[in-house]
């Protein structure tokens, strides 16, 4: 099973340069998590809505157009899928799909930035605390737990390019890392490190305005994360770096059916 998880900033607009169905027919993931679509599903054209093959689904922000939004395409119908985790202040935002299938539970993210001054920076911390309770509760009812999508923060050093020069700026915030910590301490995976865990110069996002991507002066703060017991079924992880298309690249997981 071929997962894929992207960070498309604008679906219209990764679908106006002509990359967006070309990226799924060339691709073919069985699922297919979208991030900051900065839609809503009735702005969206029918040959977006309605690929074939694939059943699909969308959240959008209850505050503004043009902002937040995931989405999921997905070959299999899921047994159910739900928007957010149940608490206002984060659902209204559109940044949560949460999709039920046979053997797991898959969430997929647009986590907060925290810039933007502290009250924002508090929302983001909140949030993250929010969504790892509401997963813990989910494995205590025995589900099996993937969650992807643009966490917003680099883990350790070697996941940016320039760590000494971000260490007080919002992504790589002592903070910020800790809770990162804490969901590996809680026992799940990130799927890209546990196959390469000295691999540097791995990126998921570059600065556009500064024309970052052609130095590869980038974050790795895209994620595939599992629950430790679905570790048996690892099969590859990997990041797309050569897709264009958005400021993010499409990152990749593997699952032996």
Same mark, same amino acid.
């Given at each position: 099973?071929?997962?894929? *998880?992207?960070?498309?900033?604008?679906?219209?607009?990764?679908?106006?340069?002509?990359?967006?169905?070309?990226?799924?027919?060339?691709?073919?993931?069985?699922?297919?998590?979208?991030?900051?679509?900065? *839609? $809503?599903?009735?702005?969206?054209? /029918?040959?977006?809505?309605?690929?074939?093959?694939?059943?699909?689904?969308?959240?959008? *922000?209850?505050?503004?157009?043009?902002?937040?939004?995931?989405?999921?395409?997905?070959?299999?119908?899921?047994?159910?899928?739900?928007?957010?985790?149940?608490?206002?202040?984060?659902?209204?935002?559109?940044?949560?799909?949460?999709? !039920?299938?046979?053997?797991?539970?898959?969430?997929?993210?647009?986590?907060?930035?925290?810039? +933007?001054?502290?009250?924002?920076?508090?929302?983001?911390?909140?949030?993250?605390?929010?969504?790892?309770?509401?997963?813990?509760?989910?494995?205590?009812?025995?589900?099996? #737990?993937?969650?992807?999508? /643009?966490?917003?923060?680099?883990?350790?050093?070697?996941?940016? +390019?320039?760590?000494?020069?971000?260490?007080?700026?919002?992504?790589?915030?002592?903070?910020?890392?800790?809770?990162? /910590?804490?969901?590996?301490?809680?026992?799940? #995976?990130?799927?890209?490190?546990?196959?390469?865990?000295?691999?540097? /110069?791995?990126?998921?996002?570059?600065?556009?305005?500064?024309?970052?991507?052609?130095?590869?002066?980038?974050?790795? #703060?895209?994620?595939?994360?599992? $629950? $430790?017991?679905? $570790?048996?079924?690892?099969?590859?992880?990997?990041?797309?770096?050569?897709?264009?298309?958005?400021? !993010?690249?499409?990152?990749?997981?593997?699952?032996?059916?």
């Amino acid at each position: 099973m071929k997962l894929i *998880s992207w960070n498309v900033n604008g679906l219209r607009a990764v679908h106006r340069k002509d990359v967006f169905l070309p990226f799924i027919k060339k691709v073919k993931p069985d699922i297919l998590c979208l991030q900051e679509t900065k *839609s $809503s599903e009735d702005q969206l054209v /029918d040959e977006i809505k309605n690929v074939k093959g694939y059943y699909s689904y969308y959240a959008s *922000s209850q505050l503004r157009k043009g902002y937040s939004g995931v989405a999921i395409y997905s070959k299999e119908k899921p047994l159910k899928v739900e928007c957010g985790m149940g608490i206002k202040k984060f659902d209204q935002e559109g940044r949560l799909l949460i999709a !039920h299938y046979k053997n797991f539970v898959l969430l997929n993210g647009y986590f907060p930035n925290g810039g +933007a001054g502290p009250e924002r920076f508090k929302y983001k911390m909140e949030f993250y605390d929010a969504f790892l309770k509401y997963i813990e509760k989910l494995r205590k009812k025995g589900k099996k #737990i993937i969650f992807c999508g /643009d966490v917003n923060t680099a883990h350790e050093a070697i996941d940016l +390019a320039r760590p000494k020069a971000n260490e007080k700026n919002t992504g790589f915030l002592p903070e910020e890392r800790a809770w990162i /910590d804490e969901v590996v301490y809680s026992g799940y #995976i990130d799927t890209f490190r546990y196959f390469y865990p000295n691999k540097k /110069d791995a990126y998921s996002y570059w600065d556009m305005k500064t024309r970052a991507r052609d130095r590869n002066v980038g974050w790795r #703060i895209d994620y595939f994360f599992i $629950s $430790s017991d679905l $570790s048996s079924k690892l099969n590859k992880a990997g990041i797309l770096s050569k897709e264009l298309g958005s400021d !993010h690249c499409p990152i990749t997981l593997e699952l032996k059916n």
